[in-house]
Nanobody
Framework: QVQLVESTGGLVQAGGSLRLSCAASGGVFSRYTMGWFRQAPGKEREFVAAIAWSGGDTYYADAVKGRCTISRDNPKKTVFLEMYSLKPEDAAVYYC?????????????????WGQGTQVTVSS
């Protein structure tokens, strides 16, 4: 069983940047592909980014590509999401998730464990 806890999000001005972290406990962190998703009110949960167990492969949604970096620190069992040039449409609850799968990483049902989520608000 893996427990995931996201850092506090917060309020950011449009054009600003934000760094989220997600700390894992339980399980063997380095075995898991880690992902970030987000969900805005009235919308489905959508994929943001994912990173393979080694950190060597990363994947990004088109909506954030070029404005986002996912990284991980396996000894510290932590995954990070840095976002830049934030837009009002980036506002959402952000979730980190862990998966033992190597494919289908943009799908929420590919993930086995989820954090509680953290609110990110972007002011225009």
């Amino acid at each position: 069983q893996v427990q995931l806890v996201e850092s506090t999000g917060g309020l950011v001005q449009a054009g600003g940047s934000l760094r989220l972290s997600c700390a894992a406990s339980g399980g063997v962190f380095s075995r898991y592909t880690m992902g970030w998703f987000r969900q805005a009110p009235g919308k489905e949960r959508e994929f943001v980014a994912a990173i393979a167990w080694s950190g060597g492969d990363t994947y990004y949604a088109d909506a954030v590509k070029g404005r986002c970096t996912i990284s991980r620190d396996n000894p510290k069992k932590t995954v990070f999401l840095e976002m830049y040039s934030l837009k009002p449409e980036d506002a959402a609850v952000y979730y980190c998730a862990a998966s033992l799968r190597l494919h289908g990483l943009a799908r929420p049902d590919s993930y086995d464990y989820w954090g509680q989520g953290t609110q990110v608000t972007v002011s225009s």
